[in-house]
């Protein structure tokens, strides 16, 4: 570490944190979240631990493989797949510096409060992303980016499209166009080029769904579409209209293929219900005014607000963050490798 050192400090006075990165990550990205964290590691002279998800540790496998038959030297980057206890022992081991977390929230935090003392750490979990629909929206371009950011890797995205707030006048209109675009999507294995929404995770994980959303229709959501289960692990793309506010549906993240839609009076009204919740990651708002998107700019609780786009919208060099229980810290690129390092000052009397 030391000639990476040198060099780096040299350039930007800053230097790697004093240890190891442990890099953990999610099933959902199994290989672009990985790059996202051990790239940065690398990149300012960290060696780092990876740890993927049970569930697809392949990808991370092969990518180091890949650093260390480009030249990284033996043991920069190592690969290790484990159980949970073992998994604890590794992150809260005295001798790691930072801890880079992709995952549920409720593992995220409970690994954050058993850090050896002076470890650092980015977390990055989910939300139950918010759209805010003006009157003036124009349907037409909107109604397939909300399909897209509900629908595509079949709603696993932390940023996933979920609760839209739409004009009283005009909620039930946008859950049928919307429908209609998700009765179209074809579902099934996710190998197949034409398929649009693949499967979930595990079998569980459609059993959960299914769960949610009977929970949802029992206290007085409509179905629009959807609310059924295709096979083992796929869930036919579903719409709901208003949901009640206290069902897991509209309380949680659903990392499923569903989108909710709320009625409202009054733009106030919708911010103050899309920020209701304790997540906050990226959120965003159809309008053709300028005045009502600075609104949601300036008001929504999120850390992006995606102006006629979808909430689900990322470019690599991007900051993504969650706020309040969503995350800790700042992803992306470049501000990875700034958390990855600390700046060091030196005073020199002559």
Excluded at 59 to 84: H, K, N
Excluded at 223 to 228: S, W
Aim: proline fraction near 7%; hydrophobic fraction near 45%.
């Amino acid at each position: 570490m030391t000639r990476a050192t040198e060099l780096y400090g040299q350039k930007n006075h800053w230097l790697p944190a004093h240890g190891p990165v442990v890099a953990i990550s999610a099933f959902n990205h199994p290989l672009n979240l990985i790059v996202h964290q051990v790239a940065p590691a690398v990149a300012v002279g960290c060696p780092v631990i990876v740890k993927p998800a049970d569930d697809t540790p392949m990808s991370a496998r092969s990518f180091v493989d890949m650093l260390t038959e480009a030249g990284l030297p033996p043991g920069w980057c190592e690969f290790i797949a484990c159980d949970i206890p073992t998994s604890e022992q590794l992150v809260t081991d005295p001798r790691v510096a930072f801890l880079s977390f992709i995952g549920s929230a409720r593992v995220g935090w409970m690994l954050r409060s058993k850090l050896a003392p002076g470890t650092r750490c980015a977390l990055e979990h989910g939300g139950a992303a918010p759209v805010i629909v003006d009157d003036s929206a124009d349907l037409e371009s909107m109604i397939p980016l909300l399909a897209k950011g509900g629908f595509y890797h079949a709603g696993q995205v932390c940023v996933s499209v979920q609760r839209v707030f739409a004009p009283t006048a005009k909620a039930r209109q946008i859950a049928a166009q919307l429908a209609l675009q998700a009765d179209a999507m074809i579902v099934g294995n996710a190998v197949e080029e034409t398929t649009q929404v693949g499967p979930l995770i595990r079998p569980r994980e459609v059993d959960r769904v299914e769960e949610w959303l009977a929970e949802a229709v029992a206290g007085g959501g409509e179905v629009i579409t959807g609310n059924r289960r295709l096979g083992d692990t796929t869930f036919a793309p579903t719409i709901i209209l208003n949901p009640p506010a206290n069902c897991r549906l509209s309380t949680q993240e659903v990392f499923g293929p569903a989108i909710d839609i709320y009625a409202y009076d009054d733009l106030k009204e919708a911010i103050g219900r899309a920020n209701s919740l304790p997540y906050a990651f990226q959120a965003s708002c159809f309008t053709n005014h300028l005045d009502v998107a600075m609104q949601c700019v300036r008001e929504l609780d999120a850390s992006a607000v995606m102006v006629n786009d979808h909430t689900a919208f990322r470019v690599d060099w991007m900051p993504f963050a969650g706020r309040r229980q969503s995350g800790y810290g700042v992803g992306g690129i470049g501000y990875t490798m700034r958390d990855m390092t600390q700046e060091k000052m030196a005073v020199i009397r002559l």
